[in-house]
C-alpha cells in the first residue's frame, strides 16, 4: 500500500505542474497581448513556467521505468507512441476546429492553418522543418514545444539505455556533463559576447539556433534529476550520494537561471522529492483519487489549454470587464474537465487499439501503480 501511495503522489505533482503552467499562461506571459488586468501581476507568477520542468523531472522518473518495462528499444518506442498519437489528434483537431468556428477575428490565425495541424500530429519541431524545407510551419499551440523535447529524451535516453541498461543513470549523466557546458555557452545571454568573439556572430547564432531546434541539450538536467530519483526510489537503501547528487543538479539549475524566485521554487520541488523518499505520508494528500484523475488526463490539459483560453479569454472580456481575471478560473475547470472525458471516452480505447494492433497486447483492467504512472507521463 504504502508503495501505492508513493507512486501516485507523481500524479498529484501532475496536477501541480499543470496548475503552475496555466497560471503562467493565463496571468503573466501574455498580459497586455491576448489579456489585460487592472491590477499588477505579482513577478512570481512569470515563473509558473517551471511547471515545465516539473514535468521534465517526473518524465525522467517514469521513462526510466517505461524503459525498464520494455524488452527492445523499437517496443519503447511504440510505446510513447501509443501514449502520445490519441491525445494529440483529439486536443490539436479540436483546437483547429475550436478556431475555425470562433476566431474571426484571427486572434491567432495559426490555428487555422491544416498544414500546421497535420505538423503537430508528427511531434516533429517546425523549426527543424522550417530549416531543412524552407517552409513557415508552426505548431497549432505554442505549448507543444514541449513534445517535442520529450521525444528527443525519449530517443537519446532510449539508445543509451540498451546499449547498457545497468549503467543507463551513469551513462545519462556523463552525457550531460559533457554537453551541459557546451550547450549553456551558446544558450546564455552571459556569454553571448564571448561566443561571438571566438565563433563569430553568424557561428554564435548557428549555435543558439541549434539549441533552439534541439532543445533537449538545454533542459536535459531536469530529465536527468528525474533518472537519478528513480534510482533512488526504487534502491532498496536509499544512497546518500545519490540523493546529494539530485539536489546538486537542481542547484546547478538554480545557478544557470539566477532568480530569487526560480530560487524558491526550484528549492520547494527539492523539499517536495525529498519528502517523496523519505516521507510520503507528508504528501499523501497528493494521492487522492481526484488529483489522480486529474493526473493522468494532464497531457491533454496541457494540450488543449493555452491558445484555445487565450480565444475564449479574448471572447469574454467585454462581458467580465474588470473581473477578467475571473475567466481564467472558468478555462481550467473547463480544460480539466475536457481532458478527463477526453481520456476515459477517447484516448483510453484508441490506446487500447493501438496496443493490440502493434504490440499485440490486450488492454488490462487494473494496472499497477507503476503501470499507471508510465502510462500518465506526457507533460509540458
Known amino acids: ?50 511547471g515545465v520542468q516539473l514535468f521534465f523531472i517526473i518524465s525522467g522518473f517514469v521513462i526510466t521505468l517505461t524503459l525498464a518495462k520494455s524488452k527492445t528499444f523499437l517496443e519503447f518506442m511504440i510505446k510513447r507512441f501509443i501514449r502520445l498519437l490519441p491525445g494529440m489528434v483529439i486536443c490539436a483537431t479540436c483546437t483547429f476546429l475550436f478556431f475555425w468556428m470562433f476566431d474571426k477575428n484571427d486572434l491567432i490565425p495559426r490555428c487555422k492553418d491544416i498544414y500546421n495541424l497535420l505538423v503537430s500530429f508528427t ?28 521525444l528527443q529524451f525519449y530517443v537519446l535516453g532510449g539508445i543509451i539505455y540498451f546499449v547498457s541498461p545497468k549503467n543507463f543513470m551513469r551513462n545519462y549523466l556523463v552525457l550531460v556533463v559533457l554537453t551541459f557546458p557546451i550547450t549553456y555557452f551558446f544558450t546564455s545571454p552571459h556569454f553571448a559576447g564571448t561566443a561571438a568573439k571566438l565563433f563569430g556572430t553568424d557561428g554564435a547564432h548557428s549555435a543558439d539556433n541549434l539549441f533552439k531546434i534541439f532543445n533537449l541539450f538545454p533542459q536535459n538536467g531536469w530529465f536527468l534529476a528525474g533518472v537519478v530519483l528513480n534510482r533512488i526510489y526504487f534502491a532498496k537503501r536509499k544512497d546518500a550520494k545519490l540523493v546529494l547528487l539530485f539536489a546538486a543538479i537542481l542547484a546547478v539549475e538554480m545557478l544557470t537561471l539566477s532568480n530569487i524566485h526560480i530560487t524558491m521554487i526550484i528549492s520547494g520541488f527539492l523539499i517536495i522529492f525529498l519528502l517523496f523518499i523519505y516521507k510520503p505520508n507528508y504528501l499523501s494528500f497528493l494521492s487522492s483519487p481526484m488529483l489522480s484523475k486529474i493526473g493522468v488526463a494532464s497531457y491533454s490539459i496541457y494540450l488543449i489549454h493555452e491558445y484555445v483560453g487565450f480565444l475564449i479569454m479574448n471572447r469574454l472580456a467585454g462581458f467580465f470587464q474588470s473581473y477578467n481575471w475571473m475567466i481564467p478560473i472558468l478555462i481550467v475547470a473547463l480544460s480539466t474537465g475536457f481532458a478527463i472525458m477526453s481520456y476515459k471516452y477517447l484516448e483510453k480505447p484508441a490506446m487500447d487499439k493501438l496496443r493490440r494492433l502493434l504490440l499485440k497486447k490486450k488492454p488490462q483492467e487494473t494496472a499497477s501503480p507503476e503501470a499507471s504512472t508510465a502510462l500518465a507521463d506526457a507533460r509540458l
Do not use: C
Not at 499543470?18 to 497581448?33: C, E, N, P, S, T
Not at 527543424?128 to 507543444?144: A, K, P, R
Open 123 to 150: 511531434f516533429i519541431s517546425p523549426a527543424l522543418l522550417n530549416s531543412i524545407f524552407g517552409t513557415n510551419l508552426e505548431y497549432i499551440d505554442g505549448s507543444y514545444w514541449t513534445i517535442w523535447t520529450e
Open 1 to 50: 500500500m504504502e508503495n501505492k501511495s508513493r507512486i501516485q503522489i507523481l500524479d498529484g505533482l501532475r496536477v501541480l505542474a499543470i496548475l503552475m503552467v496555466m497560471i503562467f499562461h493565463f496571468y503573466a506571459r501574455y498580459q497586455g497581448k491576448y489579456y489585460t488586468y487592472d491590477f499588477k501581476v505579482p513577478a512570481i507568477l512569470n515563473h509558473g513556467r517551471l
